[in-house]
T-cell receptor, first 113, second 115 residues
């Protein structure tokens, strides 16, 4: 089955700096890559996703890049703010027979004021 | 639009007891998921329903876990008997579509502690 590895496990940045979180996946059939933000005591919330037919997607301060050849994808947050502090999860899925998401282990992002 | 509702939010039980969790998905969503999230890890899919049929339960420990989705709406997840290693947050999610991978919307979860 699919295996998703996520790095780093913790990340601290100064407010206004950029943060980058990286994930690798094992199943070349995976074609859907969402990113979720989970705040304390809440369920994960989708912040951005990308499908395998594009290499990059941007939404305001958040962007995701995908390298299908290397089987890795990354989340980029620019101009970080204290409210960006949370745990971020990447996931990979296949819209074919599996139709399920495999999640990474998470990154605790702390934005220092 | 109301989100995914789960209850209870917290549950503490002793090992070998039974427990049940309830989930009400977003109205009209065909697909419902139950995930187990152990502290410090990402969510792991336990079971996926499409309407009231099971799509995938390959990671559900069927000797102790069971789930049902009556009338294709609400769902319950049961553990009987519970073990210490079942301590986790149980997340319910739903998505609108019946094919491919649509956006999954998560509920707040139920935190289970097994003593």
């Amino acid at each position: 089955g699919e295996n998703v590895e996520q790095h780093p496990s913790t990340l601290s940045v100064q407010e206004g700096d950029s943060a980058v979180i990286k994930c690798t996946y094992s199943d070349s059939a995976s074609n859907y890559f969402p990113w979720y933000k989970q705040e304390l005591g809440k369920g994960p919330q989708l912040i951005i996703d990308i499908r395998s037919n594009v290499g990059e997607k941007k939404d305001q301060r958040i962007a995701v890049t995908l390298n299908k050849t290397a089987k890795h994808f990354s989340l980029h947050i620019t101009e970080t703010q204290p409210e960006d502090s949370a745990v971020y999860f990447c996931a990979a899925g296949n819209s074919g027979s599996a139709r399920q998401l495999t999640f990474g282990s998470g990154t605790q992002l702390t934005v220092l004021p | 639009e109301a989100g995914v509702a789960q209850s209870p939010r917290y549950k503490i039980i002793e090992k070998r007891q039974s427990v049940a969790f309830w989930c009400n998905p977003i109205s009209g969503h065909a697909t419902l998921y139950w995930y187990q999230q152990i502290l410090g890890q990402g969510p792991k899919l336990l079971i996926q329903f499409q309407n009231n049929g099971v799509v995938d339960d390959s990671q559900l420990p069927k000797d102790r876990f069971s789930a049902e989705r009556l009338k294709g709406v609400d769902s319950t997840l049961k553990i009987q008997p519970a073990k210490l290693e079942d301590s986790a947050v149980y997340l319910c999610a739903s998505s609108a579509g019946t094919g491919g991978l649509d956006t999954q919307y998560f509920g707040p979860g139920t935190r289970l502690t097994v003593l």
